[in-house]
């Protein structure tokens, strides 16, 4: 049981790590769309990708 547990802990760890990482992410894309407001569609791309690998990995 004790196994389990230790590695629920590792993995609710690397879901917080991911999450603030995604925090992270939003913050600068919002700090370069307001620089350069046609990087939206590329920036909207990138991050669509990335919500799509992160799924996969986790799923």
């Known amino acids: 049981m004790r196994d389990i547990q230790t590695e629920l802990s590792e993995l609710k760890g ?3 790590e991911r999450e ?3 925090l ?3 913050k600068r894309i919002g700090e370069l769309t307001k620089k350069k407001p046609g990087a ?3 920036v ?3 991050v669509l990708v990335g919500l799509v ?3 996969n990995v986790l799923g």
């Open 20 to 22: 603030q990482k995604l």
């Open 53 to 55: 690998l992160l799924i």
């Open 44 to 46: 909207f791309t990138i």
């Open 14 to 16: 690397e879901a917080n």
């Open 24 to 26: 992270i992410l939003e």
């Open 40 to 42: 939206k569609l590329m």
